[in-house]
């Protein structure tokens, strides 16, 4: 089935982390892909650690995407562009049973990876196979083929006021 986690709240990637940890914690094997984020995001430290989940690469370093000049972004979607074409790959030749897409939906929506790709892997994946996508705005023709669609609203949020991103609780 195919599950997505958005919205502008907090709490996205750490549900998906939850349900790939629940998961592999009944033998479910998980192949864990993360976009927009880096290898020192706190969760794959763990992750790394946990038998039946599988991370893919991340960049050593990567700027949000609102501070990157264009030249940045086309390097970034590049690198993301291959994340998501080897993990198709992977997640199609392997025996995995879920694929987690942090993310996915900020990196389509950042022009890096194409919503068409995403959409046709979807729906075109086999039907044993827990596709959960997470990320900010997902495009409606993917929502079309979700089973679960949880939003995650920000009623309060401390960068409202100015704090940054905290190691450890926002990253």
Do not use: C
Request: charged share 25%; no cysteine.
């Amino acid at each position: 089935m195919i599950h997505i986690y958005y919205g502008d709240g907090k709490g996205k990637t750490t549900a998906a982390i939850g349900l790939a940890v629940r998961a592999a914690g009944s033998r479910m094997r998980v192949l864990f892909v993360q976009f927009l984020k880096t290898e020192f995001s706190g969760e794959r430290h763990t992750l790394s650690h946990t038998e039946n989940i599988s991370l893919t690469f991340a960049p050593l370093e990567l700027k949000f995407t609102y501070d990157m000049d264009e030249a940045e972004k086309t390097k970034t979607a590049i690198i993301f562009r291959k994340i998501f074409d080897d993990a198709v790959t992977t997640v199609l030749t392997q025996k995995y049973d879920m694929i987690v897409l942090d993310e996915i939906f900020s990196a389509v929506e950042a022009g890096m990876i194409s919503e068409h790709e995403v959409r046709d892997f979807v729906a075109n994946a086999p039907k044993n196979l827990e596709i959960v996508m997470t990320g900010h705005n997902p495009p409606e023709k993917i929502l079309e083929l979700a089973d679960y669609i949880t939003e995650m609203k920000k009623i309060r949020h401390p960068y409202d006021k100015g704090v940054q991103a905290r190691f450890g609780i926002e990253f």
